[in-house]
């Protein structure tokens, strides 16, 4: 099938796929599958919004995300509706923001900066506003960098950063686009160039958590989190730096932030198996054949938005192997039935858990952005 026909045909099933998957879960924030297939709801108020199903789950702002992205496609109303209801469950959560995290720009940027993008909605715009205070809080002058995650009973996360946050800063140079005041700006930017010294490493494999020391801001170590070990490439992290580089340079105009994306995303190629299907860490173990289909879609969504940015004669370079794992993920890793909510199978959250090869509605969101930038009819959310 030529790649066209096989883009268009994509769309078409993901059109019909979320149009009743969204309308059984319409009152829901799903975070992943049950054994049955059905979605999950971590959008309950009553339940405690800091246990990993509750409203501050880190994820809450994709399902939001997926229906601006297929509203933008289809122009279906239907899709507003749905989005706003879980925006305003999300703004519940700044009643009581102690439970609130690095998070946020994942939580607000799909949800309510699509919403002010897409229909100039000024509540959303007031509440992401809000969400990007919360960001620019957390950021420690001594070190440069962002805290990751908050107090842990048994670690001192004082000084810790960690990659995914590139992806957060988004929301904090929108805020300075949006109010003309430069801080969030000046924030993101020094928060990436922190990330750049100490978290890119000579080969352009990335760390996941670094650790300063939050009083002088010295950098102390790195740390393998949700990757194999201390060392070791966590393929989504390999993502998150990638597409998250290429944000910040969209974002700022910082060249070197370009060069850094090219140099993860270079990494990354050299390192995507035959199959095109992705492992949970470049530098795992052969055995056992762990996978992680979200860390694929989130690498084939930063090459796709790499090769935005290069001369014609290398756009190829990034297109291609951001095809092939979508290729392999749409040939071998989805479900289009109606026996499961989720499209997208085989998604895991960190190396060592107990639990992999489920469902992820990032994973979702992510395969769905990525295969709408191949039909050119994406919006910017990031
Ligand atoms: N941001 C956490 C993750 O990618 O699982």
């Not at 300075?176 to 490493?201: L, N, Q, W």
Request: charged share 25%; with cysteine.
């Amino acid at each position: 099938m030529d790649e066209q026909r096989w883009i268009t045909d994509t769309v078409e099933k993901i059109r019909e796929k979320i149009s009743w998957v969204s309308e059984k879960n319409k009152d829901k924030i799903p975070y992943t599958t049950d054994e049955n297939g059905n979605y999950d709801d971590r959008s309950d108020s009553t339940k405690d919004w800091n246990a990993d199903d509750g409203l501050n789950w880190w994820t809450n702002g994709f399902w939001g995300g997926i229906l601006w992205l297929l509203y933008q496609d289809t122009g279906n109303e239907r899709y507003i509706d749905m989005a706003r209801k879980c925006e305003k469950k999300l703004e519940q959560t700044f009643s009581d923001f102690y439970g609130l995290h690095h998070d946020v720009g994942f939580m607000f940027l799909p949800a309510a900066v699509a919403d002010y993008r897409i229909t100039g909605n000024e509540e959303a715009k007031k509440a992401a506003l809000h969400a990007a205070n919360l960001l620019a809080g957390r950021f420690n002058p001594q070190g440069n960098y962002i805290r990751a995650w908050n107090d842990l009973p048994d670690q001192d996360t004082r000084g810790w950063a960690i990659i995914d946050c590139m992806f957060n800063i988004s929301l904090l140079y929108w805020a300075s686009k949006e109010t003309g005041d430069p801080r969030y700006r000046h924030i993101a930017m020094r928060h990436a160039d922190s990330v750049m010294t100490h978290f890119i490493r000579k080969d352009g494999s990335v760390v996941h958590i670094g650790e300063f020391d939050p009083e002088t801001g010295a950098f102390v170590k790195s740390h393998g989190g949700q990757g194999y070990g201390e060392g070791s490439a966590w393929t989504r992290g390999q993502g998150w730096a990638l597409y998250g580089f290429v944000n910040s340079y969209t974002n700022s105009g910082k060249e070197e932030y370009l060069d850094t994306a090219k140099r993860v995303a270079h990494y990354c190629i050299a390192n995507i198996p035959e199959s095109g299907i992705i492992p949970v860490d470049f530098r795992q173990p052969e055995k056992p054949a762990l996978e992680d289909s979200c860390g694929a879609c989130v690498i084939a969504g930063g090459l796709i938005e790499l090769a935005g940015y290069v001369p014609e004669n290398e756009k190829q370079v990034y297109l291609r192997p951001a095809v092939k794992i979508l290729k392999a993920i749409t040939d071998t890793r989805t479900d289009w039935s109606r026996h499961c909510d989720a499209i997208v199978q085989n998604c895991t959250g960190a190396y060592h858990d107990s639990r992999h090869h489920f469902t992820m509605v990032y994973a979702d969101y992510f395969y769905i952005e990525a295969i709408y930038k191949l039909n050119g009819t994406g919006i910017r959310i990031w």
